[in-house]
């Protein structure tokens, strides 16, 4: 079983519509989540961060957070041509320091016109 | 504030030889984390450096090594190059200390022929 889950994609909203991302982690120690957002040939870019049960929202995104379920997910409100691209959720590592940061592969997301 | 930089941008390198890459965390930052990212793998950690000492490492052959200077900048040398090691090499500062948040520089695409 793989620490950081993610369903690969292509995963195709229209614009306009919520665009919905799922993540689990196998760990339950697991403190600090965040998520990433890569488009083709850049680097990741971090987009959120959420390290309690509940939602965050900063602008179009908002984060979700179930420890007990063990997932996480992002929401993108009014989708937009410019959110194509790779998102990545990350997840502390518990069982060594906090520092040591486990991606899931990433979800490809294309927001069709 | 500046971000990441990490140079140089591109290398070719042939199997067998050794390469060094540089890195220069954002200031007041003195996390750097190395990542390695392939199609195929996704975005594989190698290991992160704080305060000049290594805190966390991924599972690599040892031919990947680094060093954290006194400044926070961070190099990675990777020797006896193998045609696998073709990848995006990615490193991303943070704060270190309970702030866990990473900010990537733009990589390194080395290959290897």
């Known amino acids: 079983q793989k620490e950081v889950e993610q369903n690969s994609g292509p995963l195709s909203v229209p614009e306009g519509a919520i665009a919905s991302l799922n993540c689990t982690y196998s760990?339950?120690?697991?403190?600090?989540f965040f998520w990433y957002r890569q488009y083709s040939g850049k680097s990741p870019e971090l987009i959120m961060s959420i390290y309690s049960n509940g939602d965050k929202e900063d602008g179009r995104f908002t984060a979700q957070l179930n420890k007990a379920s063990q997932y996480v997910s992002l929401l993108i409100r009014d989708s937009q041509p410019s959110d194509s691209a790779t998102y990545l959720c990350a997840v502390t590592h518990p069982y060594s320091s906090a520092s040591k940061i486990i991606f899931g592969s990433g979800t490809r997301l294309s927001i069709r016109p | 504030k500046a971000g990441v930089t990490q140079t140089p941008r591109y290398l070719i390198k042939t199997r067998g030889q050794q390469v060094t890459l540089s890195c220069s965390p954002i200031s007041g930052h003195r996390s750097v984390s190395w990542y390695q990212q392939t199609p195929g793998q996704g975005l594989q950690f190698l290991f992160e450096?704080?305060?000049?000492?290594?805190?966390n490492k991924g599972n690599f052959p040892g031919r990947f090594s680094g060093r954290q200077f006194s400044n926070s900048r961070s190099e990675m040398n990777v020797s006896t190059l193998e045609l696998g090691d073709s990848a995006l090499y990615l490193c991303?500062?943070?704060?270190?200390?309970?702030?866990?948040?990473?900010?990537f520089g733009p990589g390194t695409r080395l290959t290897v022929t």
């Open positions: 991303a500062s943070s704060l270190g200390r309970g702030n866990y948040e990473q900010y």
């Open positions: 760990d339950r120690g697991s403190q600090s």
């Open positions: 450096y704080f305060s000049e000492t290594q805190r």
